[in-house]
């Protein structure tokens, strides 16, 4: 089992619709992450908190929108999405940005968009 | 900026031989590199990192990897390969400074283990 829990497993989604992503770690981490992956490549970075404060941002277009309500929480708010935008969403922890700590993932929510 | 290489995006190997997956690295200052494995389904598992600490690093499930400054190379190796270990496995390097937070992931290679 991993410590970071991210729901809903899979998710199929219309191009009007919209949805969102939730992450939840209870490990005390500061720092949160969005990543993106698609079959057979390594994760992208989208987004990346730390101490509840947007740091980064990869030119991630607006269709995506990241939310981190506290320090255990962080969601990934969809709407409008492309076919192309089809993917799995992991999202990640560690103790904090600049730090030597490593990232500890979810298992991801698998997105399909029709 | 720093980038990682995987050479081999597949590797197989017998069950019980020796499992040896590369990275080479490329950074101006030094690295701190990680290896991370991923299973079917699952999302990335540290299997173990390199701090500077020491050049010898030991991590999970019997892997450990050596860090030679001088080959700018950070490779992966167990001893003897199991069934299980069949995965992905992903080398990266963590950005410092202005930089901090974003890790590099290599291209990733494809451990496959026959019986």
């Known amino acids: 089992d991993t410590e970071v829990t991210q729901t809903p497993k899979h998710l199929v989604m219309g191009m009007t619709n919209k949805k969102s992503l939730k992450c939840e770690q209870h490990?005390?981490?500061?720092?949160m992450y969005w990543y993106k992956q698609k079959a057979k490549k390594p994760p992208e970075l989208m987004f990346v908190?730390?101490?509840?404060?947007?740091?980064i941002n990869e030119s991630v277009p607006s269709r995506f929108s990241p939310e981190c309500p506290n320090s255990s929480l962080l969601n990934l708010h969809l709407h409008a999405l492309q076919p192309e935008d089809s993917a799995l969403y992991l999202c990640?922890?560690?103790?904090?940005?600049?730090?030597?700590?490593?990232?500890?993932f979810g298992n991801g929510t698998r997105l399909t968009v029709t | 900026a720093q980038s990682v290489t995987q050479l081999g995006s597949h590797v197989s190997v017998s069950e019980g031989a020796l499992v040896l997956l590369r990275c080479n690295y490329s950074s101006s200052v030094p690295p701190y590199l990680f290896w991370y494995v991923q299973y079917p389904n699952q999302g990335l598992q540290l299997l173990l990192k390199y701090t500077s600490a020491a050049t010898l690093v030991k991590g999970i499930n019997g892997f450990e990897a050596e860090f030679k400054k001088s080959e700018t190379s950070f490779h992966l190796t167990k001893p003897s390969a199991h069934m299980s270990d069949a995965a992905e496995y992903f080398c990266?390097?963590?950005?410092?400074?202005?930089?901090?937070?974003?890790?590099?992931f290599g291209d990733g290679t494809t451990l496959t283990v026959k019986p």
């Open positions: 990266a390097v963590s950005d410092q400074g202005t930089n901090a937070g974003k890790s590099t």
């Open positions: 490990m005390g981490h500061r720092a």
């Open positions: 990640a922890s560690s103790q904090e940005v600049g730090e030597i700590s490593p990232l500890h």
């Open positions: 908190y730390s101490y509840e404060k947007l740091s």
